[in-house]
């Protein structure tokens, strides 16, 4: 048994020679490119949900050129609630 573990232990020393060596990062440490990690998540997700409920809570154009706009998403809801969806299949109706 003793015998075995020795075996697979040179073995994996014979396979991977590399496995052993120290690769540690020496002074100055390098410079990564771009995109560097984030400094602040929490106010990066902070921001990033406040300029999300800005255009949910606005009115804009997302293509003027084919005349396509968005609302606030509480008037879309109300229009949905009041009017349907078209093609939708009505309440209680069968398949």
Known sequence: ?????????L???WLYP???SDATLT??????????????PAADMRAF????MRQLD????VDEGDGVVHIPIAD???I???????????????P
């Open 76 to 78: 879309a809801m109300r």
């Open 18 to 20: 590399q496995s052993l």
């Open 80 to 94: 949905v609630a009041h009017e349907g969806i078209p093609g939708w299949p009505a309440a209680g109706a069968s």
């Open 58 to 61: 606005s009115t804009g154009w």
């Open 27 to 40: 002074s100055p440490l390098p410079e990564y490119p771009a995109p560097r990690l984030q400094s602040d």
């Open 1 to 9: 048994m003793l015998g075995l573990l020795v075996a697979c232990a």
């Open 49 to 52: 949900h406040a300029q999300q």
């Open 11 to 13: 073995l994996t020393r």
